[in-house]
């Protein structure tokens, strides 16, 4: 936590060093983790290995399957409410370098997202991606 408080009041500074901002006129707020809500923290995170299907890091994930090219089915070992909000990036290791990933899943199955990605020419393509699942937990 000093490391972060810290951290802030350096950028604070710099910010206030570059912008001319008097220091009477910053009001800072104490950071509580006392109160934050579920919905705020990840339920699931992960980096997949889309060329070797495996799981390179993550945190609540269970398991990826790739049936078909392009396509990722990721389980979680928790579940969820409703539609959860993902976030997902693919990466690009050579040409062609532009690729897209959209996410998708079933409102009947609330732990496995499934993840497609494409090339500029809507071809499927197998690559490396990560992904952030916030929602919430279900009980």
Do not use: C
């Not at 109160?35 to 290995?49: E, R, T, Y």
């Amino acid at each position: 936590m000093k490391k972060i408080v810290i951290a802030l009041s350096l950028l604070l500074v710099s910010f206030m060093a570059a912008s001319a901002i008097a220091a009477d006129k910053v009001v800072v707020v104490p950071l509580s983790t006392s109160k934050v809500p579920a919905q705020a923290l990840p339920l699931a995170w992960g980096f997949i290995d889309g060329t070797n299907n495996t799981i390179l890091t993550g945190y609540n994930v269970d398991s990826v399957t790739r049936p078909n090219t392009g396509v990722y089915n990721v389980k979680m070992s928790v579940s969820w409410e409703g539609m959860p909000a993902v976030i997902a990036t693919s990466f690009n290791s050579g040409p062609p370098y532009d690729e897209i990933i959209t996410w998708g899943g079933s409102l009947t199955v609330s732990d496995t997202v499934n993840f497609y990605i494409i090339d500029e020419a809507t071809t499927p393509k197998n690559s490396h991606f990560s992904f952030v699942l916030y929602g919430t937990e279900k009980k």
